[in-house]
């Protein structure tokens, strides 16, 4: 009998085994996680002021809230920093920030109290947080160990991105000389400027690559050298001297004559890869007051004249972009004073041309969108726009003073609206009474840097950029 139960009972000590093996395989088996990552952060709603008009037209600030859970957060798990790139607008309230983040554990965050106290406090998605200061947050792992901190910012803008701001430097041209008739244009970190002292064409340069530009020096110059004729083009400043084309070298600021060009009187524009395109092509007037081109190392002249309006030596502005639909093709805009007599010439003139096209399309003068015939008029493509700006002018509303504003066109100089807002002269009328005692003799020009640069008659710079042009890259 004994022999017979043998079976039965080794049959049941061996399952109780395995089951006894399979338990304790499941407790070993248990383990809490070390994970202790934010992988998720955002941010709920702020104050911000904001600008408006009231009923009386009048500027009025009044708070505002904006959503900001689609600013991006980006997470550095190496370094563990947690920010905004994007940064929110000026004078957001960021004293009271609702969070919401995904994290391995539960998170701690440092709470600074009125006195100025730090202490750790479990975080909550309902808690308003302090970012006018760094914030640290600390993630506990299930398994009860702490991650290195992060460190979270809540950028906020400093300046307003939009606006133009301006600085002024007092310096003067070398020899104490002013310059009138003058053209500016900027090259490899230097500015240069041609003018005309006692009727002689000197030309002046200041290297700006820092910023901030340093004393003039005087550059040689051909006799008889056209002032209004410098444009930067293929790397070197060409210009104009009794009628033969020259190009000045930035590098050490020697020049040398062009060969086998035709006799030219006047140099219009010109368009190369620094304007974005990807035409080389120099614009020009010749000897017999038609309008011929340089391209591929061929001079072309003009199927038919249509810049008459243009007196020869006359003060030009000239722009140049690749066209939205096809960067191949390159439009240029010219603009200048409209010199004649009639009253009803209340607005500049303007031109258009495309490169691929054989002559200038005139724009429509004398309409209310039209720029004002400024005295003196400079037009700059600023900001994938055109601005124009100078001297008084008459228009249907009356008197405009000299540096009053800005007007600006986005449909490449066929309409122009006078800008009140952000893109700005000073409020205080100081450029003015710097275009007034420089007698109305100035130039502009702007720099790969985004600055623009305002030469007046004795070699006082005006400095500005829009602020965001100048904000470093975000990603």
């Not at 088996?29 to 994970?35: A, P, R």
Request: with cysteine; hydrophobic share 35%; aromatic share 12%.
């Amino acid at each position: 009998m004994k022999i017979k139960f043998l079976p039965l009972i080794a049959g049941i000590f061996t399952t109780a085994t395995i089951m006894t093996s399979c338990l304790g395989n499941d407790l070993d088996d248990i383990k809490l996680g070390s994970e202790s990552s934010i992988t998720a952060f955002s941010i709920g709603t702020v104050w911000v002021p904001v600008t408006g008009v009231d009923q009386n037209g009048n500027d009025s600030v009044y708070l505002d809230s904006i959503d900001c859970s689609g600013y991006p957060f980006t997470i550095d798990q190496l370094n563990r920093r947690i920010e905004n790139k994007d940064s929110l607008p000026v004078g957001a309230d960021v004293s009271r920030v609702l969070t919401s983040l995904t994290s391995d554990g539960s998170v701690w965050y440092t709470k600074r109290s009125d006195a100025g106290i730090e202490n750790d406090t479990v975080w909550s998605s309902q808690d308003s947080i302090d970012f006018t200061y760094p914030v640290t947050f600390k993630v506990y792992a299930y398994s009860g160990v702490q991650g290195t901190p992060y460190t979270v910012r809540v950028n906020v803008h400093k300046q307003v991105p939009d606006s133009l701001q301006w600085l002024n430097y007092q310096q003067t041209f070398a020899d104490g000389v002013s310059l009138q008739r003058q053209k500016a244009v900027a090259i490899d970190g230097k500015v240069y400027v041609f003018g005309v002292r006692n009727g002689e064409t000197v030309a002046q340069y200041t290297t700006v690559s820092t910023g901030n530009p340093s004393a003039w020096q005087t550059v040689a110059l051909p006799a008889g050298t056209d002032s209004y004729s410098a444009v930067v083009w293929k790397d070197a400043v060409w210009f104009l001297a009794s009628n033969q084309l020259y190009q000045l070298n930035p590098g050490d600021n020697t020049y040398s004559l062009v060969a086998n060009a035709p006799s030219l009187t006047q140099l219009v524009a010109a368009t190369d890869e620094s304007n974005g395109g990807q035409k080389t092509i120099l614009y020009a007037r010749n000897a017999d007051n038609r309008f011929v081109r340089l391209e591929n190392e061929t001079w072309t002249e003009d199927e038919e004249e249509t810049l008459g309006a243009f007196a020869a030596g006359q003060r030009l502005s000239a722009a140049s972009m690749p066209l939205s639909y096809n960067k191949t093709l390159v439009r240029t805009i010219l603009m200048g004073n409209n010199e004649g007599t009639a009253p009803s010439d209340t607005t500049s003139l303007l031109f258009s041309r495309i490169s691929n096209e054989q002559s200038w399309a005139r724009y429509a003068q004398n309409n209310p969108l039209t720029c004002p015939n400024l005295e003196n008029i400079s037009m700059i493509h600023y900001d994938d726009k055109l601005y124009a700006f100078g001297g008084k002018a008459t228009t249907g509303e009356g008197e405009v003073a000299p540096f009053e504003r800005f007007y600006c066109s986005i449909d490449n100089g066929l309409t122009w609206d006078p800008v009140s807002r952000s893109v700005t002269f000073p409020e205080d009328g100081s450029f003015r009474a710097f275009y007034e005692s420089s007698h109305g003799n100035y130039s502009c020009t702007v720099d790969s840097e985004h600055f623009i640069w305002i030469i007046w008659e004795n070699g006082a710079l005006s400095r500005g950029r829009i602020n965001r042009l100048g904000f470093a890259p975000k990603w």
